[in-house]
């Protein structure tokens, strides 16, 4: 995935019922003012030619089989990066009738169809700052580190 890595970055985003405050935060990262297109990065149309999926929202039911039809359309490898907390967890509706509750309830759905996703990546906020953005995409093509390492502590 390193040759992968070196190129410019085409997302596509994907909401997945948001209320738009972290899709007006992705328009604000593609403005001069943050210009992320100088990491490569550019907005397409289609998750045919996009090389990540930038997906908002808590994913409702209505949005599910579209959502599942975008990613599978994706060439591999595929890398979804979760935005805001909706994105990431659900929000505040992520135990509701309406919603699978973020990412992790899609990444079991995906599996259950057989739709393999190479990576995911996690921006949590409410709503995220352009500058989260920016600094997943850099962690992403390797420009910076991790800055909070995930450790598991089992009680003994």
């Known amino acids: 995935m390193s040759k992968f890595l070196k190129k410019s970055l085409w997302v596509f985003h994907l909401n997945t019922g948001s209320c738009n405050a972290c899709d007006i935060e992705i328009l604000?990262?593609?403005t001069p003012f943050h210009d992320a297109e100088r990491f490569g990065v550019k907005l397409v149309t289609s998750p045919r030619h996009a090389d990540v999926i930038l997906l908002t929202g808590p994913i409702t039911l209505e949005a599910l089989?579209?959502?599942?039809?975008?990613?599978?359309?994706a060439p591999r490898p595929r890398v979804v990066i979760a935005?805001?907390?909706?994105?990431?967890g659900g929000g505040i509706w992520h135990d509701t009738y309406s919603t699978i509750g973020g990412i992790k309830g899609l990444q079991k759905i995906l599996e259950e169809k057989g739709v393999k996703v190479d990576a995911?990546?996690?921006v949590p906020g409410c709503p995220i700052r352009p500058e989260a953005i920016l600094y997943?995409?850099?962690m992403f093509k390797g420009l910076v580190s991790k800055k909070v390492k995930s450790e598991i502590k089992h009680a003994e």
């Open 83 to 88: 935005l805001g907390s909706c994105g990431v």
């Open 136 to 138: 997943a995409v850099a």
């Open 65 to 73: 089989p579209k959502v599942v039809n975008a990613i599978e359309a």
């Open 120 to 122: 995911f990546y996690y």
């Open 28 to 30: 604000d990262v593609l």
